[in-house]
């Protein structure tokens, strides 16, 4: 005679996000967090770097730009854990996750990409390549930890 076992699984309350969705979200948040970074650490990076890229000005074209890039980074960030399986980590994990990809973002993006971007616009203040900035590192992590986080809590 064959038993069977009924295991419960818990009930969401809640509905939840699409990761996208979820990465945009914590995208967005992770921008603002490394935003009021840069109003206090390094201002002329919101004001006239990040919007010098698209050829605008001031800071909230700066501010503006810079959340966008965040809710876009947030979403490659969703994509690539659900390419690799991990799209339903732990708050811990998705956070030790998503600091490492702030890390990555800022070795690509704003070490080599940001600094040649800005010399191709013609920005009279673009930094050298590469750009090793430690104020940007700190606040990419703090970017990468924060969608991490916010994207396992939403998803």
Known sequence: MASETVTKRPERTQTALE????GTV????????FG???VVQTPGVLEMAIPAMYGL?????????HLSHGA??????AALL??????????????LLGLGYGVGVWLVLAVFVMPIWLSAVGFELAPAV????????VGHAAYGLVLGVVYAVLE
């Not at 990761?19 to 979820?22: E, L």
């Not at 876009?72 to 960030?77: A, E, L, M, N, T």
């Not at 590469?130 to 590192?137: D, F, G, T």
């Open 82 to 95: 659900v390419a690799t399986g991990r799209a339903d980590a732990s708050p811990t994990t998705a956070g």
């Open 19 to 22: 990761p996208w969705q979820a």
């Open 57 to 65: 000005e001031g800071g909230l074209a700066g501010t503006v730009v």
């Open 72 to 77: 876009v980074i947030g979403v490659v960030f």
């Open 130 to 137: 590469p750009n090793i900035a430690v104020e940007s590192l």
């Open 26 to 33: 914590g995208g967005i948040i992770g921008a603002i967090v």
């Open 36 to 38: 009021a970074m840069m």
